[in-house]
């Protein structure tokens, strides 16, 4: 016998778990799902190069080079892609965009089962897969608007960002398997190429999105446009600087390591996926946050979250209770993460999203990169407990005193936009 739940008790888990609303518009449930595939795939592949080219030249400087080598194009494309986002058929672009990506893993499957042994060549085709991820990734989060009702949008973000912390719990757990195979970075490879013929599939099946205003050719003039946008509006400028201070102050992946050996006496794995566990957790039980209004202040104090939490970790000596405190960081984050993409959907017009996506997507790949720098320098020349927790406490106080020197930012308001989303 079927068990009858009560609707006062089904009406409070609704507002409690994951707003699963959005999941049935057709278009937007074929990309999540093609994209929830495709992940997986792309951060197996994200391990298994590294651990290629190690492989091949017994060198950690070449492995960084990889980074380097990945994050100039994103850069690039990141900016230039949005400007062309803003003036051609999204569908197309995202399209074509996605066939480059599955190109070059099809390329990297091949380099590795003919043993062609090229970390030049290794590192020459993720320059072009960091290129048409950074235009992909801008184009499919212009669509969201454009895919599902306004209401939807926060929860639709929360449903992405949760798949997204999903396949980077699920990757590397897949790579280290495939991995150790015989011919095992073939196969790894080979289950990326396999996984992102998912997101290929849904970008076949989706509807035109011709650009609602041609912004002309696309250029460095229309990059600049974008640019003014932003500058002269302090909502998205806020928005797009307490993630650089979340990221640059608070990150403290690259301290983990030195952690590991000196604090918690080992343990490296689960420092690296506390974060991402929460991120899932927080993704599970996102029902609440398309019905908050106030999202300044919601994202401020997300991040003061995220930063207070890395911050008590970084004091504490015992393995699992920075675990816990991290699992809690990533929570935080992922409701960061909500607002901010939130607020740059709703709140920028069409005819300019694709450009400020592209910003953003500059933004979120830069961030970290700057946080590890940062963490980085500052244990070589203090403490451990000064780069890790000293320099998330700072984060606290940079943006909520931030945040509240910016009113715009600080009383914005989401109603005020949702009836310009689609305009």
């Known amino acids: 016998m079927t068990p009858v739940v009560p609707p006062r008790f089904r009406d409070r888990l609704r507002r409690v778990v994951a707003d699963t609303?959005?999941?049935?518009?057709?278009?937007?449930?074929?990309?999540?799902?093609?994209?929830?595939?495709?992940?997986?795939?792309?951060?197996?592949?994200?391990?298994?190069?590294?651990?290629?080219?190690?492989?091949?030249?017994?060198?950690?400087?070449?492995?960084?080079?990889?980074?380097?080598?990945?994050?100039?194009?994103?850069?690039?494309?990141?900016l230039y892609g949005g400007a062309v986002a803003d003036a051609?058929?999204?569908?197309?672009?995202?399209?074509?965009?996605?066939?480059?990506?599955?190109?070059?893993t099809l390329a990297l499957l091949a380099q590795s089962v003919l043993e062609v042994r090229s970390p030049a060549l290794i590192l020459a085709l993720v320059a072009v897969q960091s290129g048409g991820f950074a235009v992909s990734a801008s184009v499919r989060s212009a669509m969201v608007p454009l895919l599902v009702p306004g209401e939807y949008i926060p929860a639709a973000n929360a449903l992405n960002y949760t798949a997204g912390s999903v396949g980077q719990v699920v990757g590397p757990l897949v790579a280290g398997?495939?991995?150790?195979?015989?011919g095992g970075f073939g196969w790894a490879y080979g289950a990326d190429a396999v996984l992102f013929a998912a997101a290929l599939y849904a970008a076949i099946r989706l509807p035109s999105f011709p650009s609602a205003a041609p912004a002309g050719r696309p250029g460095l003039r229309s990059v600049l446009e974008g640019l003014r946008f932003l500058g002269g509006n302090p909502v998205l400028l806020m928005s797009f600087a307490v993630d650089i201070a979340a990221m640059a102050l608070a990150m403290p992946e690259a301290l983990f390591p030195q952690a590991a050996a000196t604090q918690f006496h080992g343990g490296v794995g689960p420092l690296y996926s506390a974060i991402a566990v929460g991120s899932i957790l927080a993704g599970s039980l996102s029902g609440w946050i398309g019905r908050v209004r106030r999202q300044g202040v919601a994202l401020t104090c997300a991040v003061a979250c995220w930063a207070a939490a890395v911050a008590a970790a970084g004091f504490v000596h015992s393995l699992w209770a920075a675990?816990?405190?991290?699992?809690?960081a990533g929570a935080a984050d992922l409701v960061s993460v909500v607002y901010r993409q939130t607020i740059l959907q709703t709140y920028v017009p069409d005819r300019m999203r694709g450009r400020l996506q592209g910003v953003y997507t500059v933004v979120v790949s830069g961030g970290?990169?700057?946080?590890?720098?940062?963490?980085?320098a500052m244990a070589a020349a203090t403490t451990l407990t000064i780069a890790w927790s000293g320099a998330a406490l700072l984060c606290v106080v940079v943006v909520v005193a931030?945040?509240?020197?910016?009113?715009?930012?600080?009383?914005?308001d989401s109603r005020d936009h949702a009836e310009e989303v689609r305009t």
Do not use: E, H, N
């Open 368 to 376: 970290p990169r700057l946080g590890d720098v940062r963490a980085g």
């Open 402 to 412: 931030g945040a509240l020197c910016v009113r715009p930012f600080w009383r914005y």
């Open 323 to 328: 675990v816990a405190l991290l699992v809690l």
């Open 88 to 104: 051609v058929d999204r569908r197309k672009l995202y399209l074509l965009t996605s066939l480059v990506t599955w190109v070059v």
């Open 177 to 182: 398997v495939l991995i150790g195979l015989p």
């Open 21 to 78: 609303r959005p999941l049935a518009v057709p278009a937007f449930r074929r990309t999540f799902l093609g994209q929830s595939t495709a992940v997986i795939g792309m951060t197996v592949t994200a391990v298994a190069v590294p651990v290629q080219l190690y492989a091949l030249t017994r060198s950690s400087l070449v492995v960084g080079l990889g980074g380097l080598v990945g994050f100039v194009p994103i850069v690039v494309f990141g």
